[in-house]
């Protein structure tokens, strides 16, 4: 880790649904917290179908529903650097848990972990995907991911923030 800043990745399939609504969520709620500028969120996805497309239009009009914008991410694929740019791997499903951990090299395997698990949450929940869902299911991602982001800062802010944070 180079950074002095807490680095959280979010991961889901394709990086246009589940992580960006997530770091939208993280990135909004870091940034009203006293950890703004201390905490960096970015995303990405197991594959590579989607990479520099905008979020899925129903995930931009769900997160700006709630005041965030996600506009401007771009989707992007998991890369190796990840491994050692990242405190935290945070994966949105069990599937892309399993997918993560296996790409990663053996000292990352324990930072890599289910997202609303971290959070502390829901033991072992699993974000939805809402992919060939409705608003309403892109809504339950955002409950999801937006619950999640508010434990996460609690979590952040019980502890030290420079350096890698424990389970």
Not at 19 to 43: F, H, K, M
Not at 47 to 65: F, K, L, V, Y
Not at 124 to 137: F, K, L, M, N, Q
Request: aromatic letters at 6%; a neutral charge.
């Amino acid at each position: 880790m180079k950074s002095a800043a807490t680095r959280l990745l979010v991961v889901c399939l394709g990086n246009i649904c589940r992580s960006p609504l997530a770091e939208g969520a993280l990135r909004a709620r870091i940034e009203a917290s006293p950890l703004a500028g201390r905490v960096q969120v970015d995303s990405a996805g197991t594959g590579g179908w989607h990479a520099g497309e905008p979020p899925d239009r129903r995930a931009i009009a769900c997160a700006r529903g709630h005041g965030v914008d996600i506009a401007a991410l771009r989707a992007r694929q998991l890369r190796s650097r990840d491994f050692a740019d990242f405190d935290w791997l945070l994966c949105a499903d069990a599937d892309n848990l399993r997918d993560v951990r296996r790409l990663a090299p053996p000292p990352a395997r324990e930072r890599v972990a289910l997202l609303l698990d971290w959070a502390g949450t829901v033991p072992a929940g699993e974000v939805p995907d809402p992919y060939y869902g409705h608003s309403d299911h892109f809504e339950e991602v955002w409950q999801l991911v937006d619950t999640a982001a508010q434990a996460v800062v609690a979590r952040l802010s019980a502890r030290p923030v420079s350096g890698i944070i424990g389970p």
